[in-house]
């Protein structure tokens, strides 16, 4: 099964002239970029495309048709607000429908997804809830995704210009374990989308070395000798991406009790995501709601997780938003890593972060890097690691 992409993609008002040909353009060099990656190497993507105005729709669905996807991308308009819970529910519906697990030369790959706007997200309650609702949505892509039905987390890979909420974006990032980068200009966004192809370009050529798949130098050596100069920030960024798409060996994916592939027999169910209202200091303002459902109350039981086999690394996450008696809110991220040494030990890292949601803006001269710090960096694009 190829390794499956959804770009899901403002086009909102605020996107219309430049903005939506600069979009077009780099998503057709995506696309060029996919197809080339399968003649190399024989590893097909597949594409999918969801756009987000007022309100969101599946452009096409998922395909390794790169012809459709170029003119499903062609056909775009702008026009209305940034209904972006929309947008990621109707990608979440796309891949519980069409999506999968990819296995190739002994590893799995989950799809992710590639998340650009230029905006604030809106809804009929106002943007504080439309933002809350997004984060709920980020939820089932997270540390939820069991309850929405996702047989593994899918990370978001976000990429942010203009007005957008980088604070947000960054935020996605962390709960989904993707990454953020935000561009100066929409013509920054070409390198994004073609650093994005080059991941996976490097994923299919190390995919049997699972020591070379997981190491920083050996991607910054690959991306080198295609002529990519990254900087330590993005490179770090781009290689967390790819440790989230990656999942537990095929050996102990073999037997039917860890095949994470959807069944052709088994439905799949769609989930409601909902914001909850405030509770108070230290209570989840989020919260994901499961939509009825035909199964067995079994079959919705989540799985614990398998335990590991020497090499491979299970990872979870806990997130909570919480708010202060000040009224100032953040969001606590608590991740576990699960690893088992060649000699046989479990090796359990534990690893709390605190995020606040409401950050001072950023001076044009800034960039927003890990951590939410805010450092002067070179005018190029800011690329920053999501939560490792």
Not at 190 to 206: C, D, E, G, M, P
Not at 257 to 275: K, V
């Amino acid at each position: 099964m190829p390794l499956d992409t959804i770009l899901l993609l403002d086009t909102s008002g605020s996107m219309a002239g430049r903005g939506l040909r600069e979009l077009k353009r780099a998503a057709h060099a995506f696309l060029e970029g996919v197809e080339e990656t399968a003649r190399q190497t024989g590893l097909k993507e597949n594409v999918g495309i969801v756009e987000f105005n007022t309100k969101a729709r599946i452009v096409q669905s998922l395909t390794n048709d790169y012809l459709k996807c170029l003119r499903a991308i062609d056909s775009l308009s702008c026009s209305g607000q940034t209904a972006m819970f929309d947008g990621l529910m109707a990608s979440l519906q796309e891949i519980l429908s069409n999506g999968g697990i990819l296995r190739i030369s002994g590893i799995a790959m989950t799809p992710r997804i590639i998340l650009m706007t230029d905006g604030n997200p809106s809804g009929s309650d106002g943007e504080d809830e439309a933002k809350k609702k997004v984060l709920a949505a980020a939820l089932g892509f997270g540390p939820k995704w069991q309850e929405v039905g996702l047989p593994h987390p899918v990370p978001i890979a976000c990429v942010g210009c203009g007005e957008c909420d980088v604070v947000l974006l960054q935020l996605i990032a962390k709960i989904t374990n993707g990454m953020y980068a935000i561009v100066d200009n929409v013509e920054e966004l070409s390198t994004f989308f073609k650093r994005q192809v080059l991941l996976i370009r490097f994923a299919a050529k190390f995919a049997s070395d699972l020591e070379r798949l997981r190491s920083q130098v050996a991607l910054a050596a690959f991306l080198e000798e295609l002529g990519e100069a990254v900087e330590a920030a993005e490179l770090a960024a781009l290689q967390q991406l790819l440790l989230s798409m990656l999942v537990v060996a095929m050996a102990d994916d073999d037997s039917s009790e860890h095949d994470s592939t959807p069944s052709a027999t088994t439905p799949t169910t769609r989930h409601a995501i909902e914001a909850a209202p405030t509770r108070g200091p230290q209570q989840s303002s989020t919260a994901l709601v499961p939509a009825p459902t035909s199964r067995t109350p079994a079959q919705r039981q989540p799985t614990s997780p398998a335990a590991p086999s020497p090499g491979a690394v299970l990872r979870q996450q806990e997130v909570r938003q919480v708010r202060s008696a000040d009224g100032s809110q953040a969001v606590i991220v608590r991740q576990q890593e699960v690893s088992r040494q060649p000699d046989g030990r479990v090796m359990v890292a534990e690893r709390v972060m605190v995020v606040r949601a409401r950050e001072e803006p950023t001076p044009p001269a800034s960039r927003m890097v890990a951590g939410a710090r805010q450092e002067p960096t070179p005018p190029a694009s800011r690329m920053v690691a999501g939560a490792r």
